[in-house]
C-alpha cells in the first residue's frame, strides 16, 4: 500500500501530546503503561527534536518519539518507541517513515545509539539487531530476543551495556 497523499512530518510539540497519547491508548490498549519499557518513559521527557509526528488533514495519524536513557554503566543513548500509527493508516509505510526520520534527526543531532524493545523483521532493515544477551536490563521483564539495538551512523559501533535508566 501507499503511503497517504498529503501527510506532513513534523517534529514533535507539547501541543502534540494530548493527540499522541490518543493515540498510543487507540493503538496499544490499557496495558501499554504494564511494559518494562513504559517504566523507562513513565514521568519522563522525549527529546522532542528528535521525534516526530505525521499529520493529515490537520489530524494526527502517527507518532514516534525518543527518549534520553542512561545505562548503569554511564552510557548515554536514546530509546525509541512507541511508534503509532492511526488504525486507518496502518500497512502503508508510515510507521517505517516515522522511524526513519526519528534515526536521521538522531544521527544529526545526537550522534547516540539507539535502543528498543520490538521485533528484529521489522527493525533490522534501519540497521538494529539483537543486543548482546544479557548485556543491557530494562527496569522490568522484557525478552532478551527483543531488545534490539543500532548506533548512530558514523560513530564508533560499541553495544550499550548495563541496566537502562532515565536521563534527565
Known sequence: MKLPAKFDLL???????????????????????????????????????????????????GACRLWPLVTDQGQEILFLGPIAVA????????????????????????????????????????GFSQAPKGQVTLPGPADPKRILWRPAQGADIIAPAGKLLKNA
Open 11 to 61: 517534529p514533535d510539540a507539547a501541543s502534540y501530546d494530548a493527540a499522541v497519547e490518543a493515540l498510543y491508548a487507540l493503538a496499544f490498549g490499557p496495558g501499554r503503561h504494564a511494559k518494562a519499557a513504559a517504566r523507562l518513559r513513565e514521568g519522563h521527557q522525549s527529546r522532542r527534536d528528535v521525534s516526530f509526528v505525521a499529520m493529515s488533514g490537520g489530524h494526527l495519524i
Open 87 to 126: 488504525p486507518d493508516h496502518q500497512g502503508q509505510g508510515l510507521g517505517g517513515e516515522l522511524v526513519e526520520a526519528c534515526l536521521t534527526a538522531s544521527d544529526r543531532l545526537t550522534g547516540l545509539p539507539v535502543i528498543l524493545v520490538g521485533d528484529l523483521a521489522f527493525f533490522e532493515p534501519f
